[in-house]
T-cell receptor, first 113, second 108 residues
């Protein structure tokens, strides 16, 4: 079975802190994704990556950056956390682009105070 | 970007009944996918239906796709308490776009 793990289930950070969310997949998937999920808004794509060291902006990239130095690891970085970044963050991976399902991690619930 | 929209938003049914959810979208797609999310957890892929398919089954799940109406439905037959979850449709027109989700509560 594909396993996608995220570094933390719950995280509390202060405004202005730099925050790292880590995601690791163990199935040699090419594609990895970061979403945030908010009530009433569904899932929104922040960034995605189709290859090592490659990244593409999603629908809401402002205030975030990503890093993919190894195929199995995709990190989301909040350079200076703000309260409006309080959310559930979901990482996902898929084998290839197009016609493939995504496998999700358990999520990180981030609270910025 | 294109986005699936599920209808109804919330559904409450008795165990053993069938649950039906609909999803509409606006632009052309390669495939449409349905996911389930249990409270506070990640999403789990349920089923993928390609644009040239009209119906697909997986266990107690039945998905239909009508590309002329740009809509899909997910039917869960003989529901169980464990089916209580949020259900999302996601349209793939190059990358996945998720709807806002359907909350389904199955009462034992």
């Amino acid at each position: 079975d594909v396993k996608v793990t995220q570094s933390s289930r719950y995280l509390v950070k202060r405004t202005g802190e730099k925050v790292f969310l880590e995601c690791v997949q163990d199935m040699d998937h090419e594609n990895m994704f970061w979403y945030r999920q908010d009530p009433g808004l569904g899932l929104r794509l922040i960034y995605f990556s189709y290859d090592v060291k490659m990244k593409e902006k999603g629908d809401i990239p402002e205030g975030y950056s990503v890093s993919r130095e190894k195929k199995e690891r995709f990190s989301l970085i909040l350079e200076s956390a703000s309260t409006n970044q309080t959310s559930m963050y979901l990482c996902a991976s898929s084998l290839l682009a197009g016609n493939y399902e995504q496998y999700f991690g358990p999520g990180t619930r981030l609270t910025v105070t | 970007s294109q986005q699936g929209e599920e209808d109804p938003q919330a559904l409450s049914i008795q165990e053993g009944e069938n649950a039906t959810m609909n999803c509409s979208y606006k632009t052309s797609i390669n495939n449409l996918q349905w996911y389930r999310q249990n409270s506070g957890r990640g999403l789990v892929h349920l089923i993928l239906i390609r644009s040239n398919e009209r119906e697909k089954h997986s266990g107690r799940l039945r998905v239909t796709l009508d590309t002329s109406k740009k809509s899909s439905s997910l039917l869960i037959t003989a529901s169980r308490a464990a089916d209580t979850a949020s259900y999302f449709c996601a349209t793939d027109g190059g990358r996945l776009a998720f709807g806002k989700g359907n909350q389904v509560v199955v009462i034992p």
